[in-house]
């Protein structure tokens, strides 16, 4: 297949690029590089260097590059700034994925996989978190991704679009090429390798008084890897119908263990400094995943904490200056 993919700079999206390019099919990246990297981008692949908030340029090359499918990951993702800034994801996230689908309706593009998120999940009835959970989102950033998600399904009906949502829970990890540098960073597993490298002093812990084993939270990792392996599977079945998958893991890991397992892998102690509770921080969330695994067999090859972290080190270790910003 003929692949765009938006955000193909970034951390997720140069993964998947990485995988389609070995599982023979033609990329084309769009990104704008205010998150990515130039030398994220896989060599195979063509890049276009454009904003999705410009109709023109995601119009021309949609038009030009003629896509089979899309997947599109190009988005403000900081739950933290979207509160601060809440144009930039209900306007920006927005207007790009708008943008995005209408250049798909006007050249005959059908297919479209979305990466949603686990925000859509605010106040949770139980846990795990699978798909007949009540949509509350817990920022303008989840929001702007249910907004997305309801666009989809009304072009379905409307237009005849194919569309998969997956709603991630915490991505994490590496290939052997591209790993996770963002700025700033802000996703735990980063930050705790950052302490093993010598660039930061600590990590803080928010809040270790919590309903859990340990008191400290406990989150759904699911490594990179698998997360793509999902949409090239949701990919294959579109024709069959729409998907909305929730991905995870299907166990949490507390922050407590994440540390632990980064000091078994890197053989480094990583100092701890526990800081009040953030405000909004639920306890527990863990994605119930049954949903994907009953329905296109998937499942995660690199499912334990430690296995992950692994991968991340090995990615980490050889690029302490990430992609050398
Ligand atoms: N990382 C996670 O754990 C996680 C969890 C849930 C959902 N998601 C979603 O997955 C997607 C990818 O996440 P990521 O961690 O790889 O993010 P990322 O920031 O590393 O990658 C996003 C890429 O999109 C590009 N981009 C952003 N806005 C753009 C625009 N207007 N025009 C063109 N390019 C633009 C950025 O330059 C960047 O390269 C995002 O949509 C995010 O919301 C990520």
Same mark, same amino acid.
């Not at 702007?144 to 666009?151: L, Q, V």
């Not at 660039?199 to 084993?213: A, C, H, L, M």
């Given at each position: 297949?003929? /692949?765009?993919v938006?955000?193909?700079?970034?951390?997720?999206?140069?993964?998947?690029?990485?995988?389609?390019?070995?599982?023979?099919?033609?990329?084309?990246?769009?990104?704008?590089?205010?998150?990515?990297?130039?030398?994220? /981008?896989?060599?195979?692949?063509?890049?276009?260097?454009?904003?999705?908030?410009?109709?023109?340029?995601?119009?021309?090359?949609?038009?030009?590059?003629?896509?089979?499918?899309?997947?599109?990951?190009?988005?403000?993702s900081?739950?933290?700034? &979207?509160? *601060? $800034?809440p144009?930039?994801?209900?306007?920006?996230?927005v207007?790009?994925?708008?943008?995005l689908?209408?250049?798909?309706?006007?050249?005959?593009?059908?297919?479209?996989?979305? &990466?949603?998120?686990? +925000?859509l999940?605010?106040?949770?009835?139980?846990?795990?978190?699978? =798909?007949?959970?009540r949509?509350?989102?817990?920022?303008?950033?989840?929001?702007?991704?249910? #907004?997305?998600?309801?666009?989809?399904?009304?072009?379905?009906?409307?237009?005849?679009?194919?569309?998969?949502?997956?709603?991630?829970?915490?991505?994490?990890?590496?290939?052997?090429?591209?790993?996770?540098?963002?700025?700033?960073?802000?996703?735990? #597993?980063?930050?705790?390798?950052?302490v093993?490298?010598?660039? *930061?002093?600590?990590?803080?812990?928010?809040?270790?008084?919590?309903?859990?084993?340990?008191?400290?939270?406990?989150? !759904?990792?699911?490594?990179?890897?698998?997360?793509? $392996?999902?949409?090239?599977?949701?990919?294959?079945?579109? !024709?069959?119908?729409?998907?909305?998958?929730?991905?995870? +893991? @299907?166990?949490?890991?507390?922050?407590?263990?994440?540390? !632990?397992?980064? =000091?078994?892998?890197?053989?480094?102690?990583?100092?701890? =400094? /526990?800081?009040?509770?953030?405000? @909004? $921080?639920?306890?527990?969330?863990?994605?119930?995943?049954?949903?994907?695994?009953?329905?296109? @067999?998937? =499942?995660?090859?690199?499912?334990d #904490?430690?296995?992950?972290?692994?991968?991340?080190?090995?990615?980490?270790?050889?690029?302490?200056?990430?992609?050398?910003?």
């Amino acid at each position: 297949m003929k /692949i765009l993919v938006t955000g193909g700079a970034g951390y997720i999206g140069s993964v998947a690029t990485e995988v389609l390019l070995r599982t023979g099919h033609t990329v084309l990246v769009f990104d704008n590089l205010q998150q990515g990297h130039a030398a994220a /981008i896989e060599p195979g692949a063509a890049f276009v260097r454009g904003d999705l908030r410009d109709p023109a340029a995601i119009g021309a090359t949609v038009q030009d590059f003629s896509p089979d499918a899309v997947l599109h990951f190009a988005a403000n993702s900081l739950v933290g700034e &979207s509160m *601060r $800034d809440p144009f930039a994801y209900l306007g920006d996230n927005v207007v790009s994925a708008l943008n995005l689908l209408r250049a798909m309706d006007a050249h005959g593009v059908k297919r479209i996989i979305l &990466s949603s998120t686990a +925000n859509l999940f605010a106040d949770p009835l139980k846990m795990p978190i699978d =798909e007949d959970e009540r949509i509350i989102p817990g920022s303008p950033y989840g929001e702007s991704k249910g #907004i997305i998600e309801r666009f989809l399904h009304w072009l379905s009906v409307t237009r005849g679009l194919r569309y998969a949502c997956l709603r991630y829970f915490n991505a994490a990890g590496a290939t052997e090429r591209h790993g996770e540098d963002h700025n700033p960073e802000l996703h735990l #597993i980063p930050l705790v390798l950052k302490v093993a490298l010598g660039q *930061r002093e600590k990590i803080s812990v928010f809040g270790n008084d919590y309903p859990t084993p340990d008191g400290t939270c406990i989150r !759904d990792y699911i490594h990179v890897e698998d997360l793509i $392996d999902a949409h090239i599977r949701a990919l294959g079945a579109l !024709d069959a119908g729409n998907r909305v998958y929730n991905l995870g +893991n @299907g166990q949490g890991f507390s922050v407590r263990q994440v540390i !632990d397992a980064a =000091e078994r892998v890197t053989g480094r102690r990583i100092p701890v =400094e /526990i800081s009040p509770r953030r405000p @909004g $921080d639920p306890a527990v969330l863990v994605a119930g995943s049954g949903k994907i695994k009953r329905e296109l @067999g998937w =499942e995660p090859k690199i499912p334990d #904490i430690d296995g992950i972290i692994r991968t991340a080190w090995a990615w980490h270790s050889r690029h302490p200056a990430g992609y050398g910003r």
